[in-house]
């Protein structure tokens, strides 16, 4: 779960994980325009003890007056259904699940960050799912 703390890494961690089942496609949970979307190569590097994402992507959206970056890590390589400047909406498929990057197994990391893009900036991603997907951003 989401522990925030000093640095961007464990022990702290500055997101929620989710597992999903059966459909592994990662949809958008805000609405807002593709700022990263790195597919790869990104090879798993929890061996080598190297802390990234992996294949990750960040769309930027301002709720509330707050200008925020919904950021989805740990994709599969090569499966990003978006490009950076696309606009998406809550729901659209933006690629799968995956264990790239420092990851020991098939995930999402989904985190929420104020500002800027980096997880120094991280705050709890929970209050920004839909209700109806709390369980996972996977498409059903």
Do not use: M, W
């Amino acid at each position: 779960g989401y522990k925030p703390g000093p640095g961007a890494f464990e022990p702290n961690h500055t997101g929620i994980d989710f597992v999903c089942a059966g459909n592994l496609t990662i949809v958008a949970v805000l609405p807002g325009t593709v700022v990263i979307a790195d597919g790869g190569p990104c090879p798993n590097t929890y061996g080598a003890g190297i802390l990234v994402f992996g294949c990750n992507l960040a769309v930027e959206t301002n709720l509330g007056g707050r200008n925020l970056f919904a950021r989805y890590g740990h994709l599969t390589q090569g499966s990003l259904d978006v490009v950076v400047g696309a606009e998406v909406v809550p729901g659209e498929a933006l690629g799968t699940e995956g264990e790239s990057g420092f990851a020991t197994g098939f995930h999402l990391h989904f985190e929420i960050d104020v500002g800027v893009a980096s997880a120094a900036h991280c705050i709890n991603p929970v209050p920004y799912l839909d209700p109806s997907i709390i369980h996972c951003p996977c498409h059903s």
